[in-house]
């Protein structure tokens, strides 16, 4: 992923942690969503890191599984082209076949 959400409504943990300790956060973020890893932490930023982790791993998981949905969509709309595709050749050939029949019929 390029990108992670960190919502509005998780300020006032931030608000609570000393400057110095938010900054430790901030960086703990990119991290753990470049990673993967807990980073280590102090114990009042490993609380506040944890509340952000929740939202990050929902996050993740809704993402892949909408990429999921996408592949599969893009699948299924490959099938029907190619089905569609099928379905208007077979027309062309029964077309083809029925103006080779009335030709017979005029000739005979």
């Not at 390029?2 to 938010?22: M, T, W």
């Not at 991290?31 to 929902?58: G, S, V």
Request: aromatic letters at 8%; hydrophobic letters at 30%.
């Amino acid at each position: 992923m390029k990108s992670f959400l960190i919502y509005k409504h998780l300020e006032p943990i931030v608000d609570q942690l000393p400057d110095k300790e938010a900054g430790k956060l901030f960086k703990a973020l990119f991290e753990y969503e470049r990673t993967q890893t807990i980073p280590k932490l102090t114990e009042i930023t490993n609380l506040a890191f944890t509340m952000f982790k929740l939202h990050l791993d929902k996050g993740r998981q809704d993402y892949e599984k909408r990429c999921e949905t996408n592949r599969n969509n893009a699948k299924r709309k490959k099938a029907i082209v190619t089905d569609g595709k099928q379905s208007q050749t077979k027309r062309a050939n029964i077309n083809k076949n029925i103006n080779i029949n009335k030709e017979w019929k005029d000739v005979g």
